[in-house]
Nanobody, 115 residues
Framework: VQLQASGGGLVQAGGSLRLSCAAS????????MGWYRQAPGKQRELVAR???????NYADSVKGRFTISRDNAKNTVYLQMNSLNPEDTAVYYC??????????WGQGTLVTVSS
């Protein structure tokens, strides 16, 4: 599996961005796709995950502001980010997991939120 992420950029506080991550290659199923982020000087943390069946979970810090979704026909996962604040500034990585034994990371896309 290869992952190609896109959609990062610079946005003002209160703004919105939508990240996309397309998976290609042999897609094992069932699987989980997700978004993680890593801010400067901090550890990588989970933002949101979604199973191939549509179950989701979110970090507390983004609940109510971010929405993860996926299009299984396109093997693509999306992260709609609203009400962004400077604390959301980070490199965002998409992730593909198959029973936790097969894990693939995308290349990361930078999200910068200015105050």
């Amino acid at each position: 599996v290869q992952l190609q992420a896109s959609g990062g950029g610079l946005v003002q506080a209160g703004g919105s961005l939508r990240l996309s991550c397309a998976a290609s290659g042999i897609i094992f199923s069932p699987n989980v796709m997700g978004w993680y982020r890593q801010a400067p000087g901090k550890q990588r943390e989970l933002v949101a995950r979604i199973t191939s069946g549509g179950s989701t979970n979110y970090a507390d810090s983004v609940k109510g502001r971010f929405t993860i979704s996926r299009d299984n026909a396109k093997n693509t996962v999306y992260l709609q980010m609203n009400s962004l604040n400077p604390e959301d500034t980070a490199v965002y990585y998409c992730n593909f997991e198959y029973y936790s034994a097969y894990v693939v990371w995308g290349q990361g896309t930078l999200v910068t939120v200015s105050s």
